[in-house]
């Protein structure tokens, strides 16, 4: 005999009064978990932490010693560069290059442009 079924049976038979019981709210932890990264604002954290991840394979070993991937937000990847020089040429140069790699990696929608900026 199940050992509710019994608690309920013997709570009936003393004329007790019924006990509430909570719905069984259970969700999977694969359909829970989205929701609670989207809340928390993690799943752009997690996004961000993959680009910068992948950025040396990306761009090459000469402009990732010179420059690093600072945060992503609202799609808008900020990159550090060490000079003005390589700043201008990044800016000018190498941007439409190295944004159609990433949007090519990760898509349109989680990286739309770059921002570099000296320091």
Same mark, same amino acid.
């Given at each position: 005999?199940?050992?509710?079924?019994?608690?309920?049976?013997? @709570? /009936?038979?003393?004329?007790?009064? /019924?006990?509430?019981?909570?719905?069984?709210?259970?969700?999977?932890?694969?359909?829970?978990?989205?929701?609670?990264?989207?809340?928390?604002?993690?799943? /752009?954290?997690?996004? /961000?932490?993959?680009?910068?991840?992948?950025?040396?394979?990306?761009?090459?070993?000469?402009? @990732?010693?010179?420059?690093?991937?600072?945060?992503?937000?609202?799609?808008?990847?900020?990159?550090?560069?060490?000079?003005?020089?390589?700043?201008?040429?990044?800016?000018?140069?190498? %941007?439409?290059?190295?944004?159609? %790699?990433?949007?090519?990696?990760?898509?349109? %929608?989680?990286?739309?442009?770059?921002?570099?900026?000296?320091?």
């Amino acid at each position: 005999m199940d050992l509710s079924l019994r608690t309920t049976v013997i @709570a /009936e038979w003393r004329g007790l009064p /019924e006990i509430k019981r909570r719905p069984d709210r259970w969700q999977a932890p694969g359909d829970l978990l989205p929701k609670l990264m989207q809340q928390l604002g993690l799943s /752009e954290r997690l996004r /961000e932490t993959e680009v910068i991840d992948a950025w040396k394979g990306i761009v090459g070993d000469f402009i @990732a010693a010179h420059s690093a991937p600072v945060s992503l937000r609202n799609g808008v990847l900020f990159i550090r560069v060490l000079q003005p020089a390589l700043h201008y040429q990044f800016e000018t140069i190498s %941007k439409a290059e190295i944004l159609r %790699k990433l949007k090519q990696r990760f898509g349109g %929608k989680i990286i739309r442009d770059l921002r570099f900026r000296i320091g």
